[in-house]
């Protein structure tokens, strides 16, 4: 099991190479940058909705390099409860899952074991929560879910480069931007889990505004799904027209933030591959 402990404390790193001695010399944690993934988290809080992050520490994972690996058994984290409820979140290597309770900004830590030697590390993040407003969200989960489909869907039927932009069929009714952003992102689509806060906790309010309203896609294009298919950019771009007002874009951000943290799933990408050709 994973060790949880509730606490408000200050935060420093090992920076001076005396100090790291000592720290080993004494058995102390030693503070280990990128432990956490992500270093700094976003989120956000409207009293109504639940909004969570899942901090997670790879390290602890059976893929991890032997020689760093973290006994996950021995992984505690140490967080404010006047800002977040914490369980546990096995779909991640060494995660937990934060609901937050307050918008601000708070910090979190935590210490394991490395596998190889028994010695101990610790990683920390910080942790930014916005406010978010219940009727922005009630505007942003009413387009989300809006009730219009794709007429025609990609890449099931994808058509050839002469046909339409980015290679897509001419049928495909996207480019308007008046369809769901569920039509794509759902629980039998594969890339519907890059929107859930597993991944885009790790992006700003911004940032993650400037991905799904004009398509900066970013690192997402490295994603599993994104990365297999012919002219990940374009695609991702058409199909991310900016909304309509401020008041939209807020609510689709707070919707977002909102989303049930989820694994990303295995994506096979010969199949995609060939379903592209």
Request: net charge negative; aromatic share 6%; glycine share 10%.
């Amino acid at each position: 099991m994973i060790g949880i402990v509730f606490s408000s404390s200050a935060f420093g790193c090992v920076s001076d190479r005396e100090e790291l001695t000592e720290n080993r010399a004494q058995g102390r944690a030693i503070f280990v940058e990128g432990l956490v993934q992500f270093p700094r988290l976003y989120s956000a809080y409207d009293g109504e909705h639940a909004y969570r992050v899942t901090p997670s520490v790879p390290l602890a994972g059976e893929d991890a390099p032997e020689s760093e690996r973290i006994e996950p058994h021995s992984l505690a984290w140490t967080v404010d409860d006047e800002f977040v409820a914490m369980e546990r979140f096995e779909a991640l290597p060494g995660a937990v899952m934060l609901t937050m309770k307050r918008a601000g900004t708070t910090q979190l830590s935590v210490t394991g074991k490395r596998v190889a030697d028994g010695g101990q590390e610790r990683g920390e993040a910080t942790l930014e929560v916005s406010q978010a407003s219940v009727e922005q969200w009630r505007l942003g989960d009413a387009r989300y879910d809006l009730a219009r489909v794709i007429e025609d869907s990609w890449p099931g039927r994808p058509g050839a480069q002469t046909e339409g932009p980015c290679g897509l069929s001419v049928n495909v009714d996207i480019l308007s931007g008046g369809t769901a952003c569920s039509n794509c992102h759902n629980a039998q689509n594969p890339i519907s889990i890059e929107y859930t806060p597993t991944q885009t906790a790790g992006f700003s309010d911004d940032e993650l505004i400037r991905i799904f309203s004009q398509g900066e896609a970013g690192s997402l294009v490295k994603g599993k799904f994104l990365q297999s298919i012919p002219m990940p950019e374009c695609i991702f771009a058409t199909m991310h027209p900016t909304p309509p007002d401020g008041e939209l874009t807020q609510g689709l951000l707070w919707k977002l933030r909102s989303l049930t943290p989820r694994a990303q799933p295995s994506v096979d990408a010969e199949r995609l591959a060939r379903a592209s050709d």
